[in-house]
């Protein structure tokens, strides 16, 4: 008779992968072993590979689950009854947020989605895309003129590429904690898009 999974069965993954993550994000995806895993974790080597066949399973664990909640957290804005200048808003403040609670994840997710195979990287680009598509519909929705110009996905990218690297240079115990972050990068956003979308109209 297979063995039942034990009553922390999804607690303890989580706890694996948060670990992981932390190593994979300090010494990168190449250069953590399982062993160095399951002692960061605190547990058996053999526990680990009860739950993980090895490393590459875990990687696609954290790069997958880290892109799954932001594309649930763009569903929730989108399914929210917002005004469009405060959708993009809110989608900007929650997407900081949510980086402030998995940095570690986040900064995988960016330097070591290389090390996945071919179907599995599309798969996870195809979910990015939708992130993005997401921002770059909200943009449009604020600011009809940048639509019409076609400019709201070079912008998403010009935030992504500002927000993506949070991670490198944010320190947490600084002068700003992350929810007034997110409201900077809001703040600084909304502004540079009334500014690029008067562009040409003056």
């Known amino acids: ?7 922390n069965y999804a607690e303890q993954q989580q706890g694996l992968l948060h670990h992981a993550a ?6 990168g995806f190449q250069g953590t072993s399982m062993l160095e895993l399951a002692s960061a974790a605190g547990v058996s080597k053999a526990l680990l590979y009860h739950y993980y066949e090895d490393k590459y399973q875990l990687l696609v664990a954290i790069a997958e689950g880290h ?4 594309t649930a957290l763009v569903a929730e804005v989108t399914a929210e009854a917002h005004p469009p200048a405060a959708r993009l808003s809110t989608l900007i403040e929650r997407i900081v947020n949510e980086y ?10 960016v330097q070591d989605l290389k090390y996945l195979d071919a179907k599995d990287q599309r798969r996870i680009r195809g979910k990015e895309r939708k992130v993005v598509a997401a921002f770059a519909g909200a943009i449009a929705e604020a600011h009809p003129t940048l639509a019409a110009k076609q400019l709201e996905k070079p912008l ?3 935030l992504f590429g500002m927000i993506n690297w949070l991670f490198t240079w944010f320190q947490e115990d600084g002068a700003l904690d992350y929810a007034q972050m997110a409201r900077l990068v809001s703040d600084f956003v909304r502004g540079g898009l009334r500014e690029v979308s008067h562009l040409g109209s003056e």
């Open 67 to 70: 892109i799954d909640r932001l």
């Open 156 to 158: 998403t990218m010009l």
């Open 22 to 27: 932390q190593l994979f994000a300090e010494r």
């Open 1 to 7: 008779m297979a063995r039942g999974r034990a009553a």
């Open 100 to 109: 402030a609670n998995a940095h570690c994840h986040h900064q995988v997710l």
